[in-house]
């Protein structure tokens, strides 16, 4: 489950829906790996306003990932018109004012969509139930007694 | 009346196929209001695969073809009439400003002769009714800078009347001496002809040749016919840049048309083993690899619709806000094959049941591996309820519903159209199998301004049987049996 993923997700349980304490799910015992994507910087671009940033930055925290700044970025700030050193080079004229990828949105891009949780446990702060992740795979099946 | 000049913008015909006929003004639709350009649709017949459409620009008409499935190819209209005479003087009429860029042009010409048949002869014939035209390029039959469409649309069973009554010699007969003998009874001719200038083919073959589920590594018995999970994401609205969702994702087919069209696709089941797979490359991770975009495949978990983990459900302020996909996909399995089932315990189970946890050896049961929770069964009425409620929650403004839902051909079900207050529905198309026909509904989340606060989400009431039998009105019809088709 990326970590993007993460930030689209809380309690299955109806009870916990209006609880602040059920959102974000809390990792354990969380194995990460980085599965290497294409980045979409269009994607990356329209879902930025639709993160919860508070949600995110704690998880970041829980997980030992790196810090993140304490307000969301603008989506103006994840593309240059300047390019990069290495690439001025290569960059022909009309190039040279095309958008290009901001450090900022490879960053992001590393963070939502290519660190994933391979395994471990998703934990709702609010009533304790645990959800189990294994391969990647989280299940939100809730035992008869929670549903 | 010109239709080519005035008003901007172009004629155009675009070659539909004559498959799925509710679906095809549906899915041009769809695209253009996906593009963000004006289409008007001139003429659109069910019985014919000729549609004319008026345009602002040849980009747009090559942009609306490059999505289009039920389609094979737009063209620039020449010109059109009732016989060979009236085309032609059609085309003088209409299109005489188009015809100087290709003064030298490579050219070819090609017939399209919907429910008829031309022979070598009268094909040639057809084409030297032409001639007059001012293109003195080569001809060619490949690489042709120019090529010229007639289009010809037969009445069904002409064809085979004009056969019938053909003399031998008639073959000799060109189309239009045919007409010129006034004296001898006239043959049948096609209805409707026209002249169109090939602007670009549709990515059909391609992607029906791609997606073919016998060439897919991971599938089901339901998993979805390439053709039509290609034209549901179009419905939906699937593009470069937005995430789509299919709540009953299965093997992932309606994901995977959505991420043809370049979406983000996430998707989630109540049966872990279909998101799970079968392990390695047979799994929707292992179909999204094979077609070489495996990063539009956001994640896939195990999830039950009635108890969603997604955020945005149950919270009021949330709701009024508006939700964070653009779209959603989904076939509700209306039972079939099995009864619907949705997490819970039967009736009788919560009387004889104590509530609370169960313990195996002293372990929570639910947290044992292979732990399977109980079903109930759902109301078919209520599942696609909770579809849209739950779509009217998680969708952004204008973000759409693609939803299949089955209806009995001949019997005496209602054709419930399931409705919410917050969702505009779009279109309604039928696919008619031999006994029984479902339905692709698409819906709008409506934007905040548009959404009458005055309406209150209506509640039904749906049956409360313990069989899935008894609540669900389609199943209890298909093992009823359908009286045979009236034919
Ligand atoms: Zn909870």
């Known amino acids: 489950m990326k970590i993007l993923t993460l930030n689209f997700v809380t309690c299955a349980r109806k009870a916990c829906k209006a609880s602040p304490a059920a959102f974000p799910l809390r990792p354990r015992e969380a194995e990460l790996e980085i599965v290497e994507q294409d980045i979409n910087p269009l994607f990356v671009r329209n879902v930025l306003p639709r993160l919860e940033w508070d949600a995110l930055r704690e998880v970041c925290g829980e997980l030992g990932l790196q810090q993140l700044p304490s307000t969301a970025p603008s989506p103006d700030d994840l593309f240059t018109t300047t390019p990069a050193a290495a690439d001025t080079a290569m960059a022909d004229a009309a190039d040279a004012h095309e958008p290009r990828p901001s450090q900022l949105l490879r960053d992001l891009h590393t963070l939502l969509l290519e660190t994933t949780m391979r395994s471990g446990k998703l934990v709702c702060g609010n009533c304790g139930h645990e959800y189990a992740v294994k391969e990647g795979i989280a299940n939100f099946l809730l035992p008869s007694h929670l549903v | ?147 010229l469409t007639v289009f010809e649309d037969w009445a069904a069973g002409d064809q085979k009347r004009r056969s019938q009554e053909q003399k031998p010699d008639s073959e000799s007969q060109d189309p239009e001496s045919a007409i010129a003998s006034s004296s001898l009874p006239r043959p049948p001719q096609p209805k409707r002809l026209y002249l169109g200038q090939l602007i670009a083919e549709s990515g059909r073959s391609h992607a029906l040749a791609k997606y073919d589920l016998k060439k897919r590594v991971y599938v089901s018995t339901t998993s979805f016919a390439a053709e039509i999970a290609l034209v549901t994401a179009n419905m939906a609205h699937a593009a470069p840049g937005r995430l789509l969702y299919d709540p009953l994702a299965g093997t992932g087919s309606l994901p995977v048309a959505c991420a043809h069209f370049g979406a983000m696709t996430c998707g989630s089941d109540i049966d872990g083993r279909m998101i799970r797979g079968k392990g ?98 759902y109301s078919f009425d209520a599942m696609l309820d909770d579809i849209l409620e739950f779509a009217a929650v998680m969708l952004v403004e204008n973000g759409r519903l693609a939803m299949w839902v089955p209806t009995a051909n001949e019997n005496n079900i209602a054709l419930v159209t399931p409705m919410h207050p917050h969702l505009e529905l779009v279109s309604e198309c039928i696919q008619s199998f031999n006994k029984w026909s479902r339905r692709l509904l698409t819906y709008r989340r409506l934007r905040a301004g548009e959404i009458d606060r005055s309406t209150k989400s209506r509640k039904r009431t749906y049956g409360t049987g313990v069989t899935a039998n008894e609540l669900n009105s389609f199943r209890k019809k298909y093992f009823e049996g359908f009286k045979p088709t009236q034919s």
Not at chain 2, 1 to 7: H, L, N
Not at chain 2, 126 to 136: H, T, V
Not at chain 2, 335 to 353: D, F, M, P, Q
Request: proline letters at 5%; a neutral charge.
């Open chain 2, 280 to 377: 390695g490359r047979r799994s929707v991770v292992g179909n999204f690899e094979q077609y070489g975009f495996k990063e539009r495949w956001l994640d896939g978990w195990v999830s039950d619709l009635t108890n969603s983990p997604l955020r945005g459900l149950g919270d009021e302020e949330a709701t009024r806000r508006a939700g964070w996909l653009d779209g959603i996909v989904c076939d509700p399995p209306y039972g079939v094959r099995e009864g619907c089932k949705t997490l819970g315990k039967r009736r009788e189970e919560r009387n004889a049941v104590v509530e609370g946890p169960v313990y195996i050896d002293g372990k929570l049961s639910h947290l044992l591996d292979g732990y399977v929770p109980p079903k109930k069964p």
């Open chain 2, 1 to 147: 009346m010109d239709k080519s000049s005035g008003d901007g913008g172009n004629v155009f015909l675009v070659r539909l196929v004559q498959v799925y006929e509710s679906f095809r003004r549906a899915e041009l639709e769809a695209i253009a209001d996906l593009l963000e350009f004006k289409m008007d649709i001139l003429d659109y017949n069910d019985d014919s695969p000729f549609c004319l459409v008026r345009l602002p620009s040849i980009q747009n008409a090559r942009a609306l073809i490059s999505r289009t499935i039920i389609a094979h190819a737009i063209y620039v209209l020449w010109g059109s009439g009732s016989d060979y005479p009236s085309l032609r003087t059609s085309v003088r009429e209409q299109s005489a400003h188009l015809w100087a860029p290709f003064a030298e042009s490579s050219f070819r010409f090609e017939i399209d002769s919907f429910r008829g048949k031309r022979s070598m002869k009268e094909q040639r014939s057809i084409i030297e009714s032409f001639s007059w035209l001012p293109l003195n390029g080569p001809i060619v039959m490949r690489g042709a800078e120019l090529t």
